[in-house]
């Protein structure tokens, strides 16, 4: 038993040394060529350091932002309402849903 296991020992050291010299020859691909025009200046945002935004004093919003984020709600409890009243089942159904409806109901006073 120890000849086989020492065998597949071997063998599984052999394809890890493979593996690892395989993929030392992978060319990698050149990353400043991957970039898209105009990146370079692009207006990213400035980067803070960690410390001011972990003890500094809590974020508030404004008065625009608050307005803006009660316009949006307005608006999105508005697109609410109207789908609310929208059918989107095909004509008929809405009788043939109170039909089962009132079956249910007898079936479960028959219980």
């Given at each position: 038993?120890?000849?086989?296991?020492?065998?597949?020992?071997?063998?599984?050291?052999?394809?890890?040394?493979?593996?690892?010299?395989?993929?030392?020859?992978?060319?990698?691909?050149?990353?400043d060529a991957?970039?898209?025009?105009?990146?370079?200046?692009?207006?990213?945002?400035?980067?803070?350091?960690?410390?001011?935004?972990?003890?500094?004093?809590?974020?508030r919003a404004?008065?625009?932002?608050?307005?803006?984020?009660?316009?949006?709600?307005?608006?999105?409890?508005?697109?609410?309402?109207?789908?609310?009243?929208?059918?989107?089942?095909?004509?008929?159904v809405g009788?043939?849903?109170?039909?089962?409806?009132?079956?249910?109901?007898?079936?479960?006073?028959?219980?």
């Amino acid at each position: 038993m120890t000849g086989q296991s020492s065998t597949r020992g071997k063998i599984t050291a052999a394809a890890m040394a493979l593996a690892v010299t395989l993929s030392a020859c992978t060319t990698f691909p050149e990353l400043d060529a991957a970039q898209t025009p105009g990146v370079e200046n692009a207006a990213f945002p400035k980067l803070v350091p960690l410390d001011g935004l972990l003890t500094g004093p809590e974020p508030r919003a404004t008065v625009e932002m608050a307005q803006g984020i009660e316009g949006r709600i307005a608006g999105l409890q508005a697109r609410a309402s109207r789908l609310r009243r929208l059918s989107a089942a095909p004509r008929g159904v809405g009788s043939r849903l109170a039909r089962l409806r009132q079956k249910a109901a007898a079936l479960r006073a028959m219980q």
